[in-house]
C-alpha cells in the first residue's frame, strides 16, 4: 500500500520569500508523483507531476520539485512567492501499474502574506 | 480542454434523504473517480469506474453508491444522508493509456446535511 504524508498544514510566508512545501510517500513500488494545487473555491488541478528522467520538475508559475528516491520525498519549492499563489497544496502518488487509485496527502494550505 | 461539470455547487439535504451527485465529462475517459474532500483529512476516495457499469469501491466507500450508464456520466449516491457525510465532494476523471497519469477534477458540490 501507499502513503503521503504532507507534515505542514498550514504555511505562512510573506510575498517575495521563498517557500519549501514538503512531501513524503511510502511505497513498496515505483510509483508517480505529483502536486496539485486548489484555489478558493476551485477543484484540483495538477501542478507539476514526476514519471521518470530528471529527477526536478518545474511548473510554468515557478514552482518546482525534486524527487528523492532515498528520502521517499517530493518537496514542492518556489524562490519568490506572490499573493497569487494562495491556495492548498496537494502531493499525491500514483503506481506505475496495476491501478488507477491515487492517494493524497492531506494538504497544505499556503497563506502568501503582503 | 477537458471539462468536468458537478451539477451543484452547493446542496443542503436533510437527514435520511436520498441524494444524487452528479458529474459529466465531455472528453471520452474511461476512468472517473468520487472523492470526499475534509480538512485535515485530505482526499478520500469513495468509488471509481473504469468503464460503463464497472465500479470498483475505494477506501471509504460506505454509505454510498454509485452509477455508471453512460461514459461521460457518473453519478455518486447517498442512499440515506446522514450529519457525517456533510462534505465536499469531487468528481476526477483521467485518460486512458500513456496519458492516464493526471487527473482532470470538476469545481466539487458542497453537501450540507442537516
Known amino acids: 500500500a501507499q502513503s503521503v504524508t504532507q507534515l505542514d498544514s498550514q504555511v505562512p510566508v510573506f510575498e517575495e520569500a521563498p517557500v519549501e512545501l514538503r512531501c513524503n510517500y511510502s511505497?513498496?513500488?515505483?510509483?508517480?508523483l505529483f502536486w496539485y494545487v486548489q484555489y478558493p473555491n476551485q477543484g484540483l488541478q495538477l501542478l507539476l507531476k514526476y514519471l521518470s528522467g530528471s529527477t526536478l520538475v518545474e511548473s510554468i508559475n515557478g514552482f518546482e520539485a525534486e524527487f528523492n528516491k532515498s528520502q521517499t520525498s517530493f518537496h514542492l519549492r518556489k524562490p519568490s512567492v506572490h499573493i497569487s499563489d494562495t491556495a492548498e497544496y496537494f502531493c499525491?502518488?500514483?503506481?506505475?501499474?496495476?491501478?488507477?487509485?491515487?492517494?493524497f496527502g492531506t494538504g497544505t494550505r499556503l497563506k502568501v502574506l503582503a | 480542454d477537458v471539462k468536468v461539470t458537478q451539477s451543484s455547487r452547493y446542496l443542503v439535504k436533510r437527514t435520511g434523504e436520498k441524494v444524487f451527485l452528479e458529474c459529466v465529462q465531455d472528453m471520452d475517459h474511461e476512468n472517473m473517480f468520487w472523492y470526499r474532500q475534509d480538512p485535515g483529512l485530505g482526499l478520500r476516495l469513495i468509488y471509481f469506474?473504469?468503464?460503463?457499469?464497472?465500479?470498483e469501491k475505494g477506501d471509504i466507500p460506505e454509505g454510498y453508491s454509485v452509477s455508471r450508464e453512460k461514459k461521460e456520466r457518473f453519478s455518486l449516491i447517498l442512499e440515506s444522508a446522514s450529519t457525517n457525510q456533510t462534505s465536499m465532494y469531487l468528481c476526477?476523471?483521467?485518460?486512458?493509456?500513456?496519458?492516464?497519469?493526471?487527473?482532470?477534477f470538476g469545481p466539487g458540490t458542497r453537501l450540507t446535511v442537516t
Open positions: 499525491a502518488v500514483r503506481r506505475t501499474s496495476g491501478t488507477y487509485k491515487y492517494i
Open positions: 476526477a476523471t483521467n485518460p486512458p493509456g500513456q496519458q492516464a497519469y493526471e487527473q482532470y
Open positions: 511505497s513498496s513500488v515505483s510509483v508517480y
Open positions: 469506474s473504469y468503464d460503463v457499469k464497472m465500479k
